[in-house]
């Protein structure tokens, strides 16, 4: 801001300097040229024409040697001239000229006498006219370009009349302009450099104080709560800081109003889940007790019976999932790492999740690597996302496959969970990691979710030092895509797998008959495709050498 600031007090401050010093060297030379042209008439009236005419009277105009004579005049012109003092010749020096205009000499020019050719022709036509005449000309002298005032007057005799013209250099008016040129230039640079430098000193004053209010600004958005402006005096800034100051303090009694409160509720979740465990033992001892006696309970109770015990599986879930919520939120939560192969935690996942999807009428294909594919991550927690992304994939895929990828580079792992049903509308694939959001929560579970569980998962691979992400398009299903580093902790910009797009998608009808081929756009990894191919029809399906094997 600063620069800018100086900069346009520059570039304004050129302009109003520029058109200032046009008017002002436009005003001095229109003042000098009325001066001199005001001294050169009053010279020449008063002292040049009286003394020329009186030396006219003695020229014969019919002698023969009539420019002889007029070149006599002259230079007693020019002597008498020459003898006026400082203080007589208000105008300063000239070169007089003679032409008589009535006669023709043998080379057919006017008798004349001085250089008559400095005197312009328009001049000289309005002074035969016995007119008197002023005009400014450029002419040459002795090969440089003069600039000179030109006066012409009638210089009548008794015989006949004759034409004068006196030429007055302006040499020393135009170094009078250069002197107030350069002058007026210099004066200009010296002008705008002082400009600046007070521009630059006044607006530092006022951008010390935004630059020092922006640091602390910083420093509090970094969370030292405790950071302050200082105080000095009673102006504007002054003001400026005591109410940055009161915001500050404002801002860290909210952050710590919440910060307790966010205590307080975790603790209180914390404790609510734990005090809920001893009365839902006891109701789970009960509801056992009636589940397992149910064939002799009448039709209604045995099926209260049923519903009971689901809703105590799901309620003690949703503890679960509250406990783990609240130690993810009080930072308290750790990790177990230990070698992992990939690929069968994923086998185990799908096994454990095979009779749900065979009852949903979902095939879950599973495009295993030749390879192992080993990290190190706590196994749980892993585990624990995987089962979510493929139980929520059961859930949604209308009937159709599910399938389950996987990649990897040098430094991380990826395994994507892609089904084909009702996919996410715009927008929805930044919440579906939100707690306790659902896409359609009229839709009927499978698995009987909490709720939380994308949002546990997604914690869970943020404290692996990956991330979990999500596409979906309506009615062409949706991909969750789980990155995490070869070691924990590792950071990882880049996903070996990317997300499916649009283009690249079979329609969902094609989905359930036989596997479409993938187009030449399509980004499906190699045992895939083999997959797809025909072979592979189980409910999850392996790579080429392990169907031969």
């Known amino acids: 801001m600063q620069l800018r600031v100086v900069v346009s007090t520059l570039a304004l401050s050129s302009a109003v300097v520029f058109v200032l010093g046009m008017v002002l060297q436009t005003q001095i030379t229109n003042r000098l040229l009325e001066n001199k042209e005001r001294a050169a008439i009053q010279q020449v009236d008063r002292q040049n024409l009286p003394v020329l005419e009186q030396q006219l009277t003695a020229v014969d105009p019919n002698a023969d040697e009539v420019g002889e004579q007029l070149e006599a005049a002259l230079n007693r012109l020019t002597t008498t001239a020459a003898e006026q003092t400082e203080s007589d010749s208000v105008a300063g020096t000239y070169e007089p000229v003679l032409v008589d205009g009535h006669a023709i000499a043998e080379d057919g020019a006017p008798p004349s006498a001085g250089p008559v050719d400095s005197v312009p022709e328009s001049l000289r036509r309005l002074v035969e006219q016995d007119q008197f005449a002023i005009q400014i000309e450029t002419v040459n002298d002795g090969g440089s370009r003069v ?235 892993v585990e624990r996302i995987v089962r979510n992304l493929v139980a929520n994939a059961i859930d949604h895929a209308e009937g159709r496959p599910v399938d389950i990828t996987f990649g990897q580079n040098e430094r991380a792992v990826a395994v994507t969970v892609r089904d084909y049903g009702v996919g996410l509308r715009p927008g929805e694939a930044e919440l579906v990691f939100t707690r306790f959001w659902r896409a359609d929560p009229s839709r009927d579970r499978q698995t009987g979710g909490t709720g939380l569980g994308l949002s546990i998962a997604a914690e869970d691979a943020r404290l692996h030092g990956g991330w979990l992400d999500a596409w979906g398009e309506p009615g062409q299903g949706s991909c969750f895509r789980l990155t995490l580093p070869r070691d924990s902790g590792e950071r990882v910009e880049v996903s070996p797998l990317p997300l499916p797009s649009a283009r690249s998608i079979a329609a969902p009808e094609a989905l359930l008959a036989v596997p479409a081929e993938p187009s030449e756009n399509d980004s499906v990894p190699p045992d895939e495709e083999q997959d797809r191919s025909g072979r592979g029809s189980a409910w999850f399906s392996e790579t080429d050498e392990q169907e031969e094997r």
């Open 147 to 381: 600039t000179m005032l030109v006066i012409g007057s009638p210089a009548g005799t008794a015989t006949r009349p004759l034409q004068a013209y006196f030429l007055f250099p302006l040499e020393s008016e135009r170094r009078t302009l250069q002197v107030v040129q350069s002058t007026l230039l210099v004066g200009g640079l010296v002008l705008l450099v002082l400009l600046g430098a007070i521009t630059n000193l006044v607006t530092r004053q006022v951008v010390r104080p935004v630059r020092q209010a922006a640091q602390t600004a910083e420093r509090l958005a970094a969370g030292n709560l405790d950071e302050r402006m200082r105080v000095i005096g009673e102006d504007d800034m002054a003001r400026l800081a005591d109410s940055f100051n009161e915001m500050a303090d404002s801002l860290k009694q909210q952050i710590q109003q919440l910060e307790e409160f966010g205590q307080l509720q975790r603790r209180f979740t914390s404790d609510v889940s734990h005090e809920l465990r001893t009365p839902l033992t006891t109701v789970r001892m009960a509801a056992d007790v009636l589940h397992a006696s149910r064939d002799d309970l009448p039709d209604g109770l045995e099926r209260s019976a049923e519903l009971l015990v689901d809703e105590l599986d799901r309620f003690e879930s949703l503890l679960g999932d509250l406990l783990e919520i609240s130690r993810l939120d009080a930072g308290v939560a750790d990790l177990s790492t230990e070698s992992l192969d990939v690929p069968d935690l994923v086998r185990r996942v799908m096994e454990s999740l095979l009779p749900i999807a065979q009852t949903g009428g979902v095939e879950l294909r599973g495009h295993f690597p030749a390879e192992e594919v080993s990290i190190l991550a706590d196994a749980r927690r």
